[in-house]
């Protein structure tokens, strides 16, 4: 048997209600993007999951790597007065 | 309920052993089984793909339209139920009273939705040629005067609007593709062609619901259904067959050897069954 | 269960480097999800393609038996829900699919193993679904057994079969409870209707206590699988929760499970059963099941005829992208 080739794979997102953002749901294969959105929509829309469909090739999302994850996202951990709970206030002055 | 009515008719009428229903087809009756009958068998059709076709994503594509056809059937059977004349002291039939115990020649859909899936270019093909009148028949249909024909032509709209941009889709690529898939295309709409005639037919009943607005007369959809096909055919690269012979008969009850078979799979445990509850 | 198969051989060691494969360990100990990119033990991917790669194969040859009633469902309510039921497997199977591609397994190859035979899939879908009553009793007991399966892989140590299991677990919610009301409308019906949901658990009670695969001590790979929580639960365990949970409802339809030995043990609160018959297990996953040549052989003929359409669609693609490059 020779190997069957292989089909462009999708990713797929969906806004699930007006004022959410497009969220990752999952991929597929279709041989093109008209396909890939149909195939989107038959795959991940079958009860009412959303109002909008994005589909992008996965070959063109740029992934940070995990390897760089200590330069990438751990210099953020020691700026906690970047958040509202550094910050003392009395209990007095209420809601701020 | 299920069955019920078989059951009971099995005592009343002439069709003892097969405890076929008699249905009293009015106008509205009569139309209503044409266009249920239609999404009825072109959905069992496409039921049939469930499992085995080219991809798992048009599996699941197939699997949704057959599924918003027999819905489709379902609302439309539903109508045929409430508007059907009832006798003294005998309730109508139902949905599955019309699906499992009318037999072919009582069945009223078009010729062109028992067609056999054969291949995945006749299954295209049969889809657009069928959605390509039903997209703008369903679009006019939701001004019906009749309330629950326009609110099953409200929802059904929707739904043969995608059904065509399906098919169509696929007809483009399957004719525009490769050598082999452009040659099986060509010889389904050679061969499914002459089917497309009757999508346009009405005879005197349904005339009698045109003049009371509760229905469109479906020839005033033949142009617009002409040129979708033909700037599909144009964007696939596929000819257009000059036959004018146009095959009819299933809106009387006179079908092709193929909706045999298709009841006798579908209806067998119901009527082997009488009476039974599903 | 539906990567029962999993249980038959260990993974070859790999010489790694051993800070790497501690403080993956680590992660799994602290419940950290691993993600498509993280670095992992190659026995942990192999383990995974396998399994997962397992659970696809089933849910798309599970589409088969079920399948083969739907143009027979006898009435159009059971119609449209065994078509939406069966198309969602094919959801599952291509979710899971999605899922081991990550580990960089493509679906064509996976597909290709199962159809030249070299991949399993659960034994029970080799059985064949010769009435409409075992419709009710494959969504009743195989979708019964399989939720049971499939909640503990929700929390999966894997992030990417975690999310399909989530995804799965809640469109299989009504599967279980449509194969139940088709058997409960079926127990209310006719003598003959009764009897064919008797005849139907008869034959499948026993497949279906298999699914969960061999017997705790008999299985080699639940070790590693439970350290790197990829497996929550062992095979006897969830056997176990499956029968509590079946009996009273077989009570309640008022069927009899076809097993004289089962018995309720009041010092563990739980339902013994009898002695499971290995050897057809092990006939079945070799092979040699009742149906798993015609299983194989639709899912060929499902491939084959459908070749010339992904060779369209591929053609027509690269028309186009030449057409948008002129």
């Known amino acids: 048997m020779t190997p069957t080739p ?41 009860r009412g999951e959303g109002l909008s ?30 958040h509202p709970t550094f910050y003392e206030v009395p209990d007095e002055v209420g809601h701020m | ?43 069992h059709r496409l039921s049939e793909w469930c499992g085995h076709a080219p991809t798992l994503e048009e599996d699941m594509a197939l699997a949704n339209i057959g599924l918003d056809l027999i819905g489709q059937a379902r609302s439309l059977y539903g109508y045929a139920a409430e508007v059907e004349p009832r006798e003294d002291g005998r309730s109508a039939n139902d949905e ?47 001004s019906s005067s009749d309330p629950t024909l326009a609110a099953v032509a409200a929802k059904s709209e929707k739904e043969s609007a995608y059904h065509l941009r399906h098919a169509a889709e696929w007809l483009i690529r399957l004719g525009d593709g490769t050598e082999e898939s452009h040659a099986r295309t060509q010889r389904a709409v050679d061969a499914l062609w002459s089917f497309t005639g009757e999508l346009f037919d009405a005879d005197d009943a349904e005339d009698s619901l045109v003049a009371d607005r509760l229905v469109v007369h479906p020839s005033a959809f ?3 259904w002409s040129d979708t096909v033909d700037v599909g055919f144009a964007r696939a690269g596929l000819r257009r067959p000059d036959g004018a012979w146009m095959q009819r008969g299933g809106r009387g009850g006179r079908h092709s050897e193929h909706l045999g078979p298709l009841l006798a799979e579908m209806q067998h445990l119901q009527r082997s069954h009488p009476g039974a509850r599903w | ?29 602290a419940e950290d999800r691993i993600e498509a990119n993280d670095w992992m033990p190659e026995a942990y991917r192999r383990t ?40 969602d497997e094919c959801g599952h199977g291509l979710y899971l699919y999605a899922a081991a591609e990550t580990l960089d397994a493509s679906r064509e190859e996976l597909m290709d193993q199962l159809m030249e035979g070299r991949a399993r899939y659960s034994s029970i879908f080799n059985y064949p679904a010769t009435t409409w009553a075992d419709i009710g009793a494959i969504g009743w007991l195989v979708d019964g057994a399989a939720i049971m399966n499939q909640i503990p892989l929700c929390r999966c140590s894997y992030g990417p079969y975690a999310r399909a299991m989530i995804r799965v677990c809640k469109e299989e919610s009504f599967h279980q409870r449509q194969g139940f009301e088709i058997m409960m409308t079926l127990c209310n019906g006719t003598v003959a209707q009764k009897a064919m949901a008797q005849d139907a658990l008869n034959r499948w009670w026993w497949p279906c206590l298999m699914m969960f695969g061999p017997p705790d001590g008999a ?44 018995a309720f043990d009041a010092a563990t609160g739980h339902w013994t059963h009898g002695e499971i018959d290995w050897d057809e297990f092990k006939q079945v996953l070799a092979g040699n099941g009742p149906c798993n040549r015609d299983r194989i052989e639709a899912r060929r003929a499902a491939h084959e005829n459908g070749e010339w359409v992904r060779a369209a669609a591929a053609a027509f693609a690269a028309k186009q992208s030449q057409r948008q490059a002129a």
């Open chain 1, 6 to 46: 292989t089909v462009p794979l999708w990713e797929v997102f969906i806004r699930s209600r007006a004022g959410l953002s497009h969220k990752h749901v999952g991929s597929l294969h279709a041989a093109d993007a008209v396909l890939a959105l149909q195939a989107a929509r038959d795959v991940f829309t079958r």
């Open chain 1, 53 to 82: 469909l994005w589909v992008v090739p996965s070959s063109a999302i740029v992934a940070s790597d995990p390897q760089e994850k200590g330069m990438m996202f751990e210099p953020t951990a020691s700026k906690p007065y970047r």
């Open chain 2, 1 to 43: 309920m299920a069955g019920g009515p078989g059951l009971r008719r099995f005592f009343e009428d002439e069709n003892m052993a097969t405890n076929t229903i008699t249905v009293s087809e009015t106008p509205l009756v009569l139309y209503a089984l044409r266009r249920a009958d239609d999404s009825l068998i072109l959905g």
């Open chain 2, 96 to 142: 599955d009273g019309y699906a499992y115990f009318r037999d072919a020649g009582q069945y009223r859909n078009l010729l062109l939705c028992e067609q056999p899936n054969r291949d995945f270019a006749c299954t295209m093909v049969r889809q657009f040629f069928y959605s390509a009148f039903t997209d703008p028949y369903w679009r006019a249909m939701t």
């Open chain 2, 222 to 224: 033949r142009d617009i």
């Open chain 3, 1 to 29: 269960m539906y990567t029962q198969a999993l249980n038959d051989r260990p993974a070859a060691a790999a010489v790694e480097d051993a800070d790497q494969a501690e403080r993956f360990q680590a992660r799994i100990d």
């Open chain 3, 48 to 87: 995974l393609v396998r399994q997962i790669s397992q659970h696809a194969h089933s849910e798309i040859i599970g589409q088969l038996p079920e399948g083969n009633w739907i143009t027979r469902a006898p009435s159009l309510r059971r119609k449209a829900a065994l078509l939406a039921k069966v198309q």
């Open chain 3, 219 to 262: 299985s080699q790979h639940s070790d590693q699988s439970t350290r790197w929580k990829i497996k929550r639960f062992s095979n006897d365990a969830l056997r176990q929760k499956f029968v509590d949970a079946t009996v009273p409802q077989a009570e309640y339809l008022g069927l009899t499970l076809p097993d004289p030995a089962l």
